[in-house]
């Protein structure tokens, strides 16, 4: 596995000069800007709404005043527009953000998080949106963080949200009306959990990449789909919890987020606090690069499958919670001695060596038969093939080709 | 300062192919060493196991070196053994071969191996069958009378063939079986079972070759032979030839193996069960190489039949399994004791 970085710093980074918030998303480009340039806005100040299937509503993170609209990259080579505001650096909040009046019911819950567009806070990978329409019967927060086991969080460093996240995930149960349970690390204490009563799943990061996975499919006793809202399942992360937290009690959209910046291109790595929109070059300026670097690439999220950027030219949004900057690894692929590591480790049971096989030989039907959709995109075939080829690119251009 | 797109994973496992290879290369090298020095002791001529092998490492060199050179690909020597294991097959080869074999022998042997055997299907990690296999069958059927053993000498083998006809173990000697001492003439490599062993439980453990195939493997001969005459007979079955030899080099070989858990585990089966029958009804002493050699051929097909890797899957290749061996102990046993007419018995040993 290699060697396991420590992240043992937190830096607060909540008072930048600017802040970009993407006004578009991967899946709409269009907007409906509510304020103009020069405007001054406040913090949680409802500043755009972004169209798609249903509207997304876009707060201001700081206050302070409109700047214009700029073009950042927001996904993996997808540029969209950004509106920048200038801090004032005083926070002052939006009379409109209080929190729920009166009782808290389910259905006072539901429309308040969808009021502060919580409902769109659904990660890339096995994560699900909030679908309050349909029937859930499980729903788990996954309070394990992202990237264990290569990358391990001191959990002081987390316990200032502790106590958020347990209100949100007491909210989300009786928001959801299903069964709920914490995903923790084996190696943690969960008493924090356990003491309000709430269920937690214990799994062992160890199995990297594959634990989330083995955890849902051992306690609702069945095979996954692809979406898990089809199995009735809502599987949500930790910062959603804390951000439902928000949103029932203060009324607060979600302005603030935390992220680790971590790579071996970096002075050093560290966890940050940090308002939405903050600009990623600030931070690893404030990290510092190891002098005389001259490559670097630059990604995001999961370790095993997450998303290259062209560059540190983009803003931090609460779906990243991990930015790596690395050097990039040497070693180009060997022939593939068709050793089967690869179909072993796949979690949801396909054959990705056969998919390449299939795949080179352009054998749709194969393909198709092989199940190659239920591939979750985990990359853990890439990773374990000792050949060092890029399995998971493979099982991608089949799963294009059959489409 | 440059930004690269890569795409992910962005970080790799610690097992690296050239582990792999090393660690087999190296093992087969041990066996080699070890061999001599257990033939020296026996009284017998050590030195030609090195000689020999230098000169198949040499000639192997020189295949690929040419085929290269024709090919138009030009290789380092690093890469030559890093990436195209360029001692495997040489070594194979030699261990596989008895120690009386004239050199020509070897060196057609090794080139029949790397140039039919490897280089014709596109080099390591392309190849059907076992290269090293094929080149060995060739010169064990082309040069019959020159691998012949030598008049007045009763190897185990032979001593096992005849013994199994009877299904009687009697005068046979268990100590002998073990071949530590270098007495069984048929493969060099067989020298020393307690050595292979050794080396499976430690390739397993460092995870160079796949102990799920192995162990279904030797498991497999045990469990059919014990059915078919218990414990003692499967015992030697299993100590004597290139049954272990087989299970740490043959049959784990990753290019020629399935790829799947499910398809590993009935490959390995049906190796097993060729090599008993081969060995029981067949005409040949020795019945590992042909039954690695069928099974790479039905390794492909193999490799299209399976669709998940799932436990349902599991479970039926390990039901295979079970039944494979029950039912072909029983019947190798009613063969072997005269309870089927021996017309019928005639014709499956034709078919094998
Ligand atoms: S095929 Fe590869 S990326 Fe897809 S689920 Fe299996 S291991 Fe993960
Ligand atoms: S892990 Fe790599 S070398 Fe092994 S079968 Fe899969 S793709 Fe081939």
């Given amino acids: 596995m290699g060697k396991v970085i420590n992240i043992k710093e937190s830096r607060d980074f909540l008072n930048p000069d600017k802040v970009y918030i993407p006004l578009a998303s991967v899946n709409s480009k269009y907007y409906d800007l509510l304020v103009y340039e020069g405007d001054e806005v406040k913090l949680g100040e409802k500043v755009a709404e972004r169209f798609g299937e249903v509207k997304t509503p876009i707060f201001s993170s700081v206050s302070g005043e409109v700047i214009g609209v700029e073009e950042l990259e927001y996904h993996s080579g997808i540029v969209v527009d950004h509106l920048v505001i200038k801090n004032d650096k005083k926070d002052t909040i939006h009379e409109d953000i209080k929190p729920i009046e009166g009782e808290l019911t389910a259905r006072n819950i539901q429309r308040k998080i969808e009021e502060l567009g919580i409902k769109g806070l659904a990660q890339r990978g096995l994560y699900t949106r909030f679908e309050f329409s349909k029937t859930v019967d499980h729903l788990f927060v996954n309070a394990v963080y992202q990237n264990e086991p290569f990358v391990k969080v001191d959990p002081e460093l987390l316990s200032s949200y502790q106590n958020e996240i347990v209100e949100g995930v007491k909210l989300l149960a009786k928001a959801s009306l299903a069964e709920v349970s914490v995903l923790v690390n084996k190696n943690e204490d969960d008493s924090i959990y356990v003491n309000e009563g709430i269920k937690t799943i214990k799994v062992n990061p160890k199995r990297i990449g594959v634990w989330h996975i083995c955890a849902i499919s051992k306690a609702v006793g069945k095979e996954l789909s692809h979406d898990l809202l089809d199995d009735r399942i809502m599987f949500v992360s930790s910062d959603t919890a804390r951000a439902v937290y928000n949103a029932v009690t203060k009324g607060m959209p979600v302005v603030e987020t935390d992220v680790l910046v971590v790579g071996d291109a970096l002075n050093s790595n560290s966890h940050y606090n940090i308002k939405i929109g903050t600009h990623v070059e600030e931070l690893v300026q404030d990290l510092g690069v190891i002098e005389d670097t001259e490559e670097v690439s630059v990604y995001i999220g999961s370790i095993l499958s997450g998303r290259t950027m062209q560059s540190t030219n983009f803003a931090c949004t609460e779906f990243i919670n991990f930015i790596g900057v690395d050097t990039p690894m040497k070693g180009e692929p060997q022939v593939c001695t068709k050793c089967g590591r690869c179909n072993d480790i796949c979690p949801v049971d396909i054959l990705p060596q056969n998919v390449m096989d299939a795949e080179l030989r352009m054998l749709d039907n194969r393909i198709f038969e092989l199940d190659v959709n239920k591939c979750i995109e985990c990359g853990l075939c890439s990773y374990v093939c000792p050949s060092e080829i890029n399995v998971l690119e493979w099982v991608r251009r089949a799963k294009r080709r059959i489409k | ?352």
């Fill in chain 2, 1 to 352: 300062m440059k930004y690269l797109k890569l795409k992910s994973p962005f970080k790799l496992g610690t097992l690296k192919y050239k582990h792999i290879t090393q660690s087999i290369q190296l093992s087969l090298l041990i066996v080699l060493i070890a061999s001599f020095f257990i033939y020296n002791r026996a009284g017998y001529q050590g030195v030609n196991i090195l000689l020999n092998a230098i000169i198949a490492i040499v000639v192997s060199f020189i295949v690929e070196v040419l085929f290269a050179v024709t090919a138009k690909k030009f290789t380092t020597i690093k890469d030559l053994y890093f990436k195209e294991n360029l001692l495997m097959i040489p070594l194979l080869t030699v261990l596989l071969l008895p120690l009386h074999t004239p050199i020509f022998v070897i060196i057609i042997a090794t080139i029949v191996g790397v140039w039919i055997g490897k280089l014709v299907f596109g080099g390591y990690g392309f190849s059907i069958f076992n290269p090293a296999i094929v080149g060995v069958l060739f010169a064990n059927l082309s040069f019959k009378s020159q691998l012949a053993m030598p008049d007045g000498i009763i190897y185990p083998l032979q001593r096992l063939k005849d013994a199994t006809a009877n299904l009687s173990i009697a005068g046979l000697n268990p100590h002998h079986l073990l071949l530590v001492d270098g007495g069984y003439g048929m493969a060099i490599g067989t020298a020393s079972v307690g050595l292979l062993i050794l080396l499976i439980v430690v390739l397993s453990i460092i995870r160079a070759i796949d102990w799920r195939i192995s162990l279904t493997y030797l498991v497999t001969v045990f469990g059919i032979t014990f059915v078919m005459g218990k414990f003692f007979f499967a015992q030697e079955q299993i100590l004597t030839g290139l049954v272990i030899f087989g299970a740490l080099f043959l049959v784990t070989d990753d290019v020629t193996s399935p790829t799947s858990r499910e398809t590993k585990i009935v490959y390995a089966v049906i190796v097993g069960l060729l090599t008993v029958m081969i060995r029981t009804i067949g005409s040949n002493l020795e019945g590992v190489l042909f039954a690695v050699l069928l099974g790479n051929l039905i390794t492909p097909f193999l490799n299209r039949t399976v669709k998940r890797s799932n436990l349902i899957s599991l479970a039926k290749a390990l039901v295979f399994a079970v039944i494979v061996i029950v039912a072909a102990g029983a019947a190798l046993n009613a063969i072997l004791e005269g309870r089927i007419p021996s017309e019928l018995t005639t014709i499956m040993g034709v078919m094998i």
